[in-house]
Nanobody, 133 residues
């Protein structure tokens, strides 16, 4: 069974920082495309940042310059460093992987899987981030 477990969420003031971690079991992060997504109050699942196994990265315009995705292959973990946080960053953050094809694990609401499952078919349970004014 493949499992992704997010950690590192919490409550901070505007301008603060958090570092999220996604520990993967059953798949090698080094051989997987990985992503971070979030739900910020609505039902939509927003793509925040992705990291391809070939080294390409993506950042949403809303977090560009503030967030950094990285891999620690030795620890089989993906991180999301979140700096200069804003209240609009508040939400539940999910980690996702594009493998294995033989397993589909949905996010708790199912909205992330519904929107992005064609690419990322395995999701964690999420970690809460609260940014206060």
């Amino acid at each position: 069974e493949v499992e992704l477990v997010e950690s590192g969420g919490g409550s901070v003031q505007t301008g603060g920082s958090l570092k999220l971690s996604c520990g993967a079991s059953g798949i090698p992060v080094a051989d997987s495309d990985m992503g971070w997504y979030r739900q910020t109050g609505g039902l939509e699942c927003e793509k925040v940042s992705t990291s391809s196994k070939d080294g390409r990265t993506f950042y949403a315009d809303s977090v560009q310059g503030r967030f950094t995705i990285s891999r620690d292959n030795a620890k089989n973990t993906v991180h999301l460093q979140m700096d200069n946080l804003k209240p609009e960053d508040t939400g539940v953050y999910y980690c996702a992987a594009d493998r294995p094809a033989t397993q589909n694990r949905r996010d708790p609401s199912g909205y992330c899987y519904s929107r992005w499952g064609y690419k990322y078919n395995n999701w964690g349970q999420g970690t809460q981030v609260n940014v206060s004014s």
